[in-house]
């Protein structure tokens, strides 16, 4: 077997977008396929900081563009409306501002109305993230194929494995090999459990997801993205092209909105856990190590802060978290508008993952506020913890290895400090919300310029 091509990464430059958008406006592209692509034409060139554009609610004026010019349309396809606003909102703003015209189709639940008074197109979506069945997952692929025929985008984004699956095979539906077919962007935010898990249920369904991402991503032109470098060589394992594959980690962090936060340094360590409350999350295991550390005298308690996720198999109840909360060291907190409010509370961030993560946004927000990190090591993980420097990695359902390294950081407030410095600077140097903008604009246009290059 032939070893797996170097990851694709596109490091930054300074933060300016100058001219129409190229791949050479998005960092140094040395050693990276986008480094020989050139902008299509029919890109409305403006310049703009990237600061202004991620927050911009409306596009610059277009500089040198012909009267009546028609914009580049981007479709965004993610499953949950939480989802876009959450992991999604900066790059399509950015896009707006270089001249793209942004519509997004997802399930509508409590975030279409700040998506419309962003000025984004709206297009509700009737699926769900799981139990679709296959006579739902067939509607929900006619109904995506639909979509695409009357929107024409110019350019797909789909969002997470289930659009990458059910918006490729739409768009085959959609176009049949037309040369007005959109060009197509894929990203891969974490294999999720049905990579990651060993249940029999899970071993089964493997094959079969493996055979659709192989129809859905790997015949039609196109940039894959992943945030890790094991879900690239998985991918390469699984059929896609590796020189297809580009690595952009994580969704980015605000850091002019996320500032380190000093350490609370109270007698009662606080550890918080921010997620969904998932088993696969590691929520169980951290309650079980904030109990045999509380059985052992050491005075830490836990925070869950999250939504429980009634879509996802592995869900905790709301009952269940209840009984949890009930308990003297574990508070239960549902979801928290402002994150930065935990961590103000907290003085150690814990994510005891089994999941299939890309770059948890969470464990992102938590280094950017200067917070030590107990993740497992796991991919993705990996990617925020680098042992010993900004965090500490355990064993994944190692509860006795988590409950131990809860207790070193607890009892070492200049090592917490150390730490959190390490995992903010790391955050400065490698996740800015920037860096993702400009190499998924980067991504975007290498896609676009493939398209014209077929019409």
């Given at each position: 077997?032939?070893?797996?091509?170097?990851?694709?990464?596109?490091?930054?430059?300074?933060?300016?977008?100058?001219?129409?958008?190229?791949?050479?406006?998005?960092?140094?592209?040395?050693?990276?396929?986008?480094?020989?692509?050139?902008?299509?034409?029919?890109?409305?060139?403006?310049?703009?900081?990237?600061?202004?554009?991620?927050?911009?609610?409306?596009?610059?004026?277009?500089?040198?563009?012909?009267?009546?010019?028609?914009?580049?349309?981007?479709?965004?396809?993610?499953?949950?409306?939480?989802?876009?606003?959450?992991h999604r909102l900066p790059v399509a703003r950015a896009a707006r501002a270089v001249g793209f015209a942004v519509v997004v189709?997802?399930?509508?639940?409590?975030?279409?109305?700040?998506?419309?008074?962003?000025?984004?197109?709206?297009?509700?979506?009737?699926?769900?993230?799981?139990?679709?069945?296959?006579?739902?997952?067939?509607?929900?692929?006619?109904?995506?194929?639909?979509?695409?025929?009357?929107?024409?985008?110019?350019?797909?984004?789909?969002?997470?494995?289930?659009?990458?699956?059910?918006?490729?095979?739409?768009?085959?539906?959609?176009?049949?090999?037309?040369?007005?077919?959109?060009?197509?962007?894929?990203?891969?935010?974490?294999?999720?459990?049905?990579?990651?898990?060993?249940?029999?249920?899970?071993?089964?369904?493997?094959?079969?997801?493996?055979?659709?991402?192989?129809?859905?991503?790997?015949?039609?032109?196109?940039?894959?993205?992943?945030?890790?470098?094991?879900?690239?060589?998985?991918?390469?394992?699984?059929?896609?092209?590796?020189?297809?594959?580009?690595?952009?980690?994580?969704?980015?962090?605000?850091?002019?909105?996320?500032?380190?936060?000093?350490?609370?340094?109270?007698?009662?360590?606080?550890?918080?856990?921010?997620?969904?409350?998932?088993?696969?999350?590691?929520?169980?295991?951290?309650?079980?190590?904030?109990?045999?550390?509380?059985?052992?005298?050491?005075?830490?308690?836990?925070?869950?802060?999250?939504?429980?996720?009634?879509?996802?198999?592995?869900?905790?109840?709301?009952?269940?978290?209840?009984?949890?909360?009930?308990?003297?060291?574990?508070?239960?907190?549902?979801?928290?508008?402002?994150?930065?409010?935990?961590?103000?509370?907290?003085?150690?961030?814990?994510?005891?993952?089994?999941?299939?993560?890309?770059?948890?946004?969470?464990?992102?927000?938590?280094?950017?506020?200067?917070?030590?990190?107990?993740?497992?090591?796991?991919?993705?993980?990996?990617?925020?913890?680098?042992?010993?420097?900004?965090?500490?990695?355990?064993?994944?359902?190692?509860?006795?290895?988590?409950?131990?390294?809860?207790?070193?950081?607890?009892?070492?407030?200049?090592?917490?400090?150390?730490?959190?410095?390490?995992?903010?600077?790391?955050?400065?140097?490698?996740?800015?919300?920037?860096?993702?903008?400009?190499?998924?604009?980067?991504?975007?246009?290498?896609?676009?310029?493939?398209?014209?290059?077929?019409?």
């Amino acid at each position: 077997m032939k070893p797996a091509a170097p990851v694709t990464r596109m490091r930054a430059k300074p933060l300016f977008f100058a001219g129409c958008l190229r791949p050479d406006c998005a960092g140094d592209l040395q050693a990276n396929v986008l480094e020989k692509r050139r902008c299509p034409s029919t890109l409305i060139p403006v310049a703009v900081a990237v600061h202004d554009i991620t927050t911009s609610r409306s596009a610059p004026p277009p500089i040198g563009a012909p009267q009546g010019a028609r914009r580049p349309k981007l479709l965004f396809l993610v499953t949950e409306d939480w989802y876009f606003w959450s992991h999604r909102l900066p790059v399509a703003r950015a896009a707006r501002a270089v001249g793209f015209a942004v519509v997004v189709a997802t399930r509508v639940r409590a975030h279409g109305d700040r998506i419309r008074k962003e000025g984004f197109a709206l297009r509700p979506l009737a699926w769900h993230r799981r139990g679709d069945g296959l006579l739902g997952a067939g509607r929900a692929i006619a109904e995506i194929a639909q979509l695409y025929r009357a929107e024409r985008p110019d350019l797909v984004h789909h969002v997470a494995l289930k659009p990458v699956l059910f918006g490729g095979i739409a768009r085959r539906l959609g176009f049949a090999g037309s040369p007005d077919a959109p060009a197509v962007t894929d990203s891969i935010m974490g294999l999720g459990s049905g990579f990651s898990s060993t249940s029999f249920a899970a071993r089964l369904r493997r094959p079969a997801l493996g055979i659709g991402l192989r129809l859905a991503a790997g015949r039609h032109r196109g940039w894959v993205v992943v945030q890790n470098p094991e879900d690239r060589a998985a991918l390469v394992r699984l059929g896609i092209e590796p020189e297809r594959i580009t690595m952009i980690r994580g969704s980015g962090v605000d850091l002019s909105r996320f500032l380190p936060i000093p350490d609370p340094r109270t007698a009662t360590v606080t550890v918080a856990l921010v997620s969904r409350m998932l088993r696969e999350k590691g929520v169980l295991d951290a309650v079980a190590a904030i109990r045999l550390l509380q059985s052992r005298g050491v005075p830490v308690k836990l925070l869950l802060a999250g939504p429980t996720d009634l879509d996802n198999r592995g869900s905790l109840t709301t009952d269940c978290l209840s009984a949890l909360a009930a308990e003297p060291a574990v508070d239960w907190l549902g979801p928290v508008a402002d994150v930065r409010e935990v961590w103000r509370r907290a003085a150690i961030a814990v994510l005891p993952s089994t999941y299939g993560e890309g770059v948890p946004k969470a464990l992102l927000e938590a280094a950017a506020c200067a917070r030590p990190i107990v993740a497992t090591d796991v991919p993705g993980c990996r990617e925020v913890v680098r042992a010993g420097e900004t965090g500490i990695l355990v064993a994944p359902r190692d509860v006795e290895g988590l409950a131990a390294a809860i207790a070193a950081l607890a009892a070492d407030p200049a090592r917490r400090s150390a730490m959190g410095r390490a995992g903010r600077a790391l955050i400065e140097a490698e996740f800015r919300e920037d860096i993702v903008v400009r190499e998924t604009l980067a991504v975007y246009c290498a896609a676009l310029q493939e398209r014209a290059a077929r019409r």
